[in-house]
């Protein structure tokens, strides 16, 4: 049950943390942005479905990425994102790497809840309460509205509900009494922001958990640059003159093919430049599609004539591993001076699961040799170890664990 507030007094953020959960959670659920091709998408209700081409969208899409770890604010970042949504041959508008066919680009339900808290590593819903500071305040069937507090999230995990959604805003009437609630949460086909009467949510929700994030770790600030670029920029709004189908600023894995669009007004020369070393050159006509299989390496595509260009990297991991005792030695080199190593995530049977566990955390030792050592989960079948670099997090193909 949504309604109006305009006669109600919303609850304002105290703190500069509640501020930049609220703002980090505006930025997903209240950005506006017009595809320019159909977003495959899907719902419970309707199935396979679409957001169709030329109608305004508010709130990122959502789909889950696991085969390819495609996850806005994790591996995609505002600035990629943007640069995608004006080129048609984007991974945005590419079915067929997401859960159901979705958009090959996505954030899931945890994800906006993570983001919005300032929590950077990827936590299964299932693993919710494993989060370092992160406790119940009241159980299932039993939240009261005194227990509510801003940035607050509701949890579930069973009995068909596996759901993390936030609250961001607590209305009261002019009498200081709690009449609404304000969730914001990915749910597909895009985040949104609901506001539910305290009666009817008390309802609703009465298989959720109540929860509350108490930060062990420096809270991070809003980072303001980002914000800036997502509501000011105006990359989404002009198409560019060439890039790629990943987006500006991304990553690639050795052996993904990489499409250029060329869309100028004229023909011109794209000059190919991989760690500052020109490779290749080749004339193109105003409007054209190339696609290369290209070698690891910092890559900078540029129109020689118009100066339009794109960047981003293709990456390789040399991982290994060996097993004794019911434990697992992984050896991970990600090729790649500028790649840091930031943690290794066990996973159940399949290649497209979410993770088993949290994410393995890595000593500096750890991260500094590519070497670590960790007992193998019950149910453990895969692994992948996660890097990061200037344009993100990027991880390897899921490894399965021969025993």
């Given at each position: 049950m949504e309604f109006l507030t305009k006669d109600y007094i919303s609850t304002l953020p105290q703190t500069d943390w509640e501020k930049a959960v609220i703002r980090r959670a505006r930025q997903l659920t209240d950005f506006k942005w017009t595809p320019v091709r159909d977003v495959p998408s899907y719902t419970k209700a309707e199935g396979y479905t679409i957001l169709p081409a030329g109608v305004e969208v508010c709130g990122f899409p959502y789909a889950s990425t696991e085969g390819k770890d495609k996850f806005f604010t994790e591996n995609v970042s505002f600035e990629t994102f943007l640069s995608a949504i004006p080129n048609p041959y984007s991974k945005l508008y590419q079915p067929g790497t997401a859960a159901f066919n979705a958009c090959s680009y996505g954030?899931?339900?945890n994800g906006l809840a993570r983001y919005a808290l300032g929590i950077k590593r990827r936590v299964s819903t299932a693993k919710w309460l494993t989060i370092p500071g992160m406790r119940v305040v009241a159980p299932k069937g039993q939240i009261k509205?005194?227990?509510?507090?801003?940035?607050?999230?509701?949890?579930?995990?069973g009995e068909g509900r596996n759901h993390v959604a936030l609250i961001t805003d607590i209305l009261k009437d002019n009498n200081g009494k709690v009449v609404a609630l304000e969730i914001s949460e990915a749910i597909r086909p895009h985040c949104t922001r609901r506001i539910f009467e305290l009666e009817y949510f008390l309802e609703r929700w009465n298989l959720y958990s109540l929860c509350r994030y108490e930060p062990t770790d420096k809270i991070p600030p809003l980072d303001k640059e980002s914000d800036d670029i997502l509501w000011n920029s105006g990359i989404e709004k002009v198409t560019p003159k060439i890039t790629v189908d990943n987006g500006n600023k991304s990553n690639y894995l050795v052996g993904d093919q990489v499409l250029i669009t060329v869309n100028a007004d004229r023909a011109d020369t794209v000059m190919i430049y991989n760690n500052g070393e020109l490779i290749d050159s080749f004339i193109v006509g105003a409007k054209a599609f190339?696609?290369?299989?290209?070698?690891?390496g910092y890559y900078k595509i540029m129109l020689e004539r118009d100066g339009a260009c794109v960047e981003f990297a293709v990456n390789r991991a040399n991982i290994s591993y060996t097993l004794s005792n019911g434990e697992i030695t992984v050896t991970a080199d990600p090729c790649d001076e500028k790649s840091t190593i930031l943690y290794a995530d066990f996973r159940q049977a399949g290649t497209g699961c979410a993770s088993l566990e949290k994410y393995e955390?890595?000593?500096?030792?750890?991260?500094?040799?590519?070497?670590?050592?960790?007992?193998?989960?019950?149910?453990?079948?895969?692994?992948?170890?996660?890097?990061e670099n200037e344009y993100g997090v990027w991880t390897h193909p899921m490894i399965k664990i021969e025993k």
């Open positions: 954030i899931v339900c509205a005194e227990d509510i507090r801003l940035c607050d999230n509701l949890w579930a995990f190339v696609a290369r299989n290209l070698s690891k955390e890595l000593t500096d030792e750890e991260k500094q040799s590519g070497v670590f050592t960790r007992p193998i989960p019950d149910g453990g079948e895969n692994f992948k170890v996660y890097f």
